[in-house]
């Protein structure tokens, strides 16, 4: 079983890093209603890499949390 307070510390910057990723998302939204392509792109590319970094934490999360 995995330590409890380190799990939390991982599924709290899963959380983080998701909600990071989700700004990211309605910025890319926001930006297609204005059409403003160019920021819409540009704020895309964060979401990717936030997605990617989010999904990493949610992995080790719960792999943790699994043990």
Do not use: I, V
């Not at 990723?21 to 964060?46: F, G, L, R």
Request: hydrophobic residues 25%; charged residues 25%; aromatic residues 0%.
């Amino acid at each position: 079983m995995s330590d409890s307070h380190g799990a939390s510390g991982l599924h709290k910057k899963a959380a983080h890093d998701h909600e990071a990723t989700a700004k990211h998302h309605h910025s890319a939204a926001e930006h297609h209603d204005k059409n403003k392509m160019h920021d819409a792109k540009e704020s895309s590319k964060s979401a990717m890499g936030c997605c990617d970094t989010a999904h990493k934490s949610s992995s080790a999360a719960c792999a943790d949390t699994a043990k």
